[in-house]
C-alpha cells in the first residue's frame, strides 16, 4: 500500500468533487495520505467528472486509476 485516498479535506466536510462537477485546473480532487503526510492531487487541466474511481479512505498504489473527467 501506497496510500490513502480521501475524498474531503477532514473528517465530516463535503468532498472536493462529486460526479458531474466541473473542475478548472489546479483545483483539488482528493488528498493522498503517505507516510504521515497529507499530498493534495490537483486536476491537470479543466474539464467534467465523469467517474470517480475511490472511496473515501480506500488504500491505493502506484498507478492506482483515481478519477475520470473529460
Do not use: C, W
Not at 490513502?4 to 466541473?22: C, H, M, N, V
Not at 497529507?38 to 470517480?52: F, L, V
Request: negative net charge; without cysteine; glycine residues 8%.
Amino acid at each position: 500500500m501506497v496510500g490513502t485516498a480521501y475524498s474531503s479535506p477532514e473528517p465530516g466536510k463535503e468532498p472536493f468533487i462529486k460526479l458531474g462537477d466541473q473542475i478548472k485546473s489546479g483545483q483539488p480532487l482528493l488528498i493522498i495520505e503517505a507516510m504521515k503526510v497529507m499530498n493534495p492531487i490537483q486536476a491537470p487541466r479543466s474539464g467534467t467528472i465523469k467517474e470517480i474511481l475511490v472511496d473515501d479512505s480506500q488504500p491505493v498504489e502506484f498507478g492506482h486509476p483515481l478519477v475520470v473527467f473529460a
